[in-house]
């Protein structure tokens, strides 16, 4: 297809158009962004050091490397601490003498654990460190669970890349957005079997092929970019089976008022879960899953677990 061709398909397809002029200088943005995404993936905390994901029991659970403990770690010291959840949801520590265990920083005998959900607006939650292994607590559907991380993590020594569809510009799509007043309610599930509910403060509309597609996201905090889990004909074959992640900023127009939006799927990413057994991933709802193969973004983690 020449340069000519591609634009004029493009005006009429939908896409937000990247002139021939334009496309070096857009192919970089997207290797641009590929690279912060995999430092980000493989940081010495990143997704790639999880080594476990630990339930708490209401009351006094032991935790340390040495079998006997209720919670064995696959790092640190044999005997930790103890960590005790209440019956009204709250967390202590109390470190086991000589663990040599930090809590925020402060070599302190005991403190409470802030789980990750009441940490507060950008505040991170309480994080015990000892060595190169840390963990915090996570609140998933009123279940408290540890997330433990270490940087020596074998996921994170042995990433093996991340593969991708070719950088394709008829992929950046310009989108209709079409508000719900009031916000929808959009029920979506998750690795570990719960039931999120969310917000949809609307609907993302594009064409693609001669057809017409509709992408529900909502927000992770207030005022943050829309954030779609979507599948699609490739899901489970060329690209991770459970859902990819995708993220758009806010129409310019606001969200309360029909406008437009880009749906960039050369963006179009694998959720944690596709690195490691041990996140807590949602995955795409029915009426996130597109009847098209969408051949852009990652592909199919070569090393999935």
């Given at each position: 297809m020449s340069r000519v061709a591609a634009f004029l398909f493009a005006l009429i397809s939908g896409v937000a158009a990247v002139s021939a002029a334009e496309a070096p200088s857009y192919?970089?943005?997207?290797?641009?962004?590929?690279?912060?995404?995999?430092?980000?993936?493989?940081?010495p905390d990143g997704w790639l050091s999880l080594i476990g994901l630990e339930w708490l029991h209401e009351g006094a659970n032991r935790v340390g490397s040495a079998v006997g403990n209720?919670?064995?770690?696959?790092?640190?010291?044999?005997?930790?601490?103890?960590?005790?959840?209440?019956?009204?949801?709250?967390v202590r520590i109390v470190l086991a003498k000589d663990s040599g265990a930090t809590v925020d920083g402060k070599p302190v005998a005991e403190a409470a654990l802030v789980d990750d959900m009441h940490?507060?607006?950008?505040?991170?939650?309480?994080?015990?460190?000892?060595?190169?292994?840390s963990f915090y607590v996570i609140d998933r559907d009123h279940r408290k669970a540890l997330r433990v991380k270490d940087a020596?993590?074998?996921?994170?020594?042995?990433?093996?890349?991340?593969?991708?569809?070719?950088?394709?510009?008829?992929?950046?799509i310009e989108a209709d957005w079409v508000p719900f007043v009031p916000a929808h309610d959009l029920e979506i599930g998750t690795a570990i079997g719960t039931i999120d509910k969310v917000s949809v403060p609307g609907k993302a509309v594009f064409h693609r092929d001669g057809h017409t597609f509709e992408l529900l996201p909502y927000q992770e905090e207030p005022g943050g970019e829309l954030f779609f889990v979507l599948a699609d004909q490739t899901s489970g074959k060329q690209t991770y089976g459970a859902a990819r992640f995708l993220y758009a900023?806010?129409?310019?127009?606001?969200?309360?008022?029909?406008?437009?939006?880009?749906?960039?799927?050369?963006?179009?990413?694998?959720?944690?879960?596709?690195?490691?057994?041990?996140?807590?991933?949602?995955?795409?709802?029915?009426?996130?899953?597109?009847?098209?193969?969408?051949?852009?973004?990652?592909?199919?983690?070569?090393?999935?677990?």
């Open positions: 192919t970089h943005e997207i290797e641009q962004w590929r690279a912060a995404r995999v430092a980000r993936l493989t940081a209720d919670i064995v770690l696959k790092a640190g010291p044999a005997h930790l601490g103890t960590v005790m959840l209440a019956g009204d949801g709250t940490a507060g607006d950008g505040a991170a939650p309480t994080t015990v460190r000892f060595g190169n292994a020596d993590a074998e996921a994170r020594r042995d990433f093996t890349g991340i593969d991708y569809f070719a950088i394709d510009p008829s992929w950046r900023a806010l129409p310019a127009g606001g969200l309360d008022k029909p406008g437009r939006l880009v749906l960039d799927f050369n963006k179009a990413y694998n959720p944690p879960c596709a690195f490691t057994p041990f996140a807590t991933c949602p995955l795409a709802p029915p009426e996130n899953r597109l009847d098209i193969a969408v051949t852009a973004g990652e592909k199919k983690y070569r090393g999935e677990h």
